[in-house]
């Protein structure tokens, strides 16, 4: 059996085959898909989230009066099950999409931009983050993206913003002890944009870093922007000056979008997708043609996602990626047949036991990268004798748990691998001693694991 572009574009690209749907037919049909991957009917806000969060404080503090509380554990419930209910979401989004190019590419950007929330009251902040700053502009510029992610609450309280104070801010000046904190102007340039090794200085994460004074958010008011936090002056970064009158968000928005802009953006993120689209070490005649899409078009996400699908090094490059322990989750799902429906509907238990617990046990808990650089992209951080063993359970036991009925491994292989799959996987499948060592078979095999 042959396979052609349509295949290599689902299992790349996308979340794998399905049964039920047909892959794409063509480059149009993968680029359609972004635009499918916006924020839905059940979309989390800042400021719902804030209203949650405020809850669970109120009620907390009630209990630590030792008055009556009975809030306290319905408001804490609400904020618990948010981790599990945007698995549910994402595996959903992913099985349900014609090809999962547009949910890949959450991916990509969630874990571009990652944030962490420590404990439970930014549970639904984070999903805030995910619906506000990052679905909305999968088929925009980048600089819209940027400037969302950098300046969103949940952003502001992972990397510790809403502790900044200009050191010679007026609030500063009365409140000895309170100061600069860096890690938001550090990120901004080092991981999110430049890249590590970029021309810049400790003078610019620096003079970035008190730009960003008076970014805050908190739980009376939301975000907010307080110009008294603010570093007075204006700052240079990058050798452009910034600000110099009253302190306002519009200028932290113009460094923002002159950062987004600059040439090593475009090559450091142009890498960054080919290294997680295509090889751990990309051809090169790919990064520059990434790039120079990105330059052209001014950070236009479309048309470096054309180049991308349309390239010769994405069929060149087929296994050349281990599949991360979400893509492997979706893949698997969609080439079982399991529909959005059915995972929504999957009790909390089973939904642990067949879905948390075996990304935990793969190396990638859900929602808790171990930092703000993501997680690891190299086929040997995903690989690891533990690793690969808790790959090869959930392949043995987990399809028994979510169908009442097996498919014939025969036709799941050629359902899941579209003809990519290899001669020997080819002669062991119909050998198998039971459909289920037969499904387990192809799951965990070297060709479903790597895309």
């Known amino acids: 059996m042959g396979f052609g572009f349509a295949e290599v574009a689902a299992i790349r690209l996308g979340y794998g085959l399905s049964p039920h749907w047909p892959p794409p037919a063509d480059a149009r049909a993968v680029l359609a898909e972004p635009a499918l ?39 804490r419930a609400a904020l618990n099950v948010l981790p599990e209910q945007d698995l549910r979401r994402r595996l959903a989004r992913a099985l349900d999409a014609p090809c999962g190019f547009g949910e890949r590419l959450v991916q990509f950007w969630c874990d571009h931009f990652t944030v962490r929330p420590m404990g439970v009251a930014r549970f639904a902040l984070a999903l805030a983050f995910q619906d506000e700053a990052i679905r909305p ?18 952003m502001l309280v992972y990397l510790d913003q809403i502790t900044s104070r200009g050191p010679n801010s007026p609030f500063a ?32 994460v620096r003079q970035l870093a008190e730009l960003l004074t008076g970014l805050s ?7 907010v922007f307080r110009p008294q936090w603010a570093e007075p002056g204006a700052e240079t970064v990058l ?32 890498r960054k997708l080919a290294v997680h689209f295509v090889a751990d070490d990309p051809p090169e005649d790919l990064v520059q043609a990434l790039t120079a899409a990105w330059q052209d078009s001014g950070g236009a996400l479309p048309v470096v996602h054309e180049v991308l699908v349309t390239h010769p090094a994405l069929p060149a490059t087929l296994r050349h990626k281990v599949r991360q322990p979400l893509d492997l989750l979706a893949a698997g799902l969609r080439a079982l047949g399991v529909t959005g429906a059915q995972v929504s509907a999957l009790d909390q238990g089973l939904l642990r036991r067949a879905l948390m ?79 289920a060592e037969g499904v387990a078979l192809v799951l965990a095999s070297a060709d479903f694991n790597r895309r």
Request: proline share 8%; hydrophobic share 40%.
């Open 37 to 75: 991957s916006g924020p839905g009917t059940d979309a989390m806000t800042t400021e719902r989230a804030t209203q949650m969060a405020a809850r669970l404080q109120q009620a907390q503090q009630l209990r630590a009066q030792d008055l009556e509380s009975p809030d306290f554990a319905e408001a």
């Open 239 to 270: 050798g452009r000056s910034y600000g110099g009158g009253r302190p306002n968000l519009a200028d932290i928005h113009s460094a923002l979008r002159d950062i987004a802009r600059r040439p090593e953006t475009a090559r450091h993120l142009s």
């Open 173 to 204: 000046r009365r409140r000895p002890g309170l100061g600069l904190n860096e890690n938001l102007a550090r990120e901004a340039l080092e991981l999110h944009s430049l890249g590590v090794g970029a021309a810049y200085s400790q003078a610019d």
């Open 217 to 223: 958010y908190d739980l009376r008011e939301g975000f």
């Open 357 to 435: 617990q075996p990304l935990a046990a793969m190396g990638q808990p859900w929602g808790q990268p171990k930092g703000p650089d993501g997680w690891p992209e190299r086929a040997q951080s995903w690989i690891a004798p533990q690793m690969l063993a808790a790959r090869i359970n959930w392949a043995l036991r987990v399809p028994r748990l979510l169908l009442d009925e097996l498919p014939d491994p025969r036709a799941l292989v050629a359902t899941a691998l579209g003809g990519t799959q290899s001669a020997e996987l080819s002669w062991a499948v119909p050998r198998a001693e039971s459909a």
């Open 137 to 154: 502009h999968l088929n925009g510029r980048f600089e819209d993206m940027f400037v969302a992610a950098e300046t969103h609450p949940m």
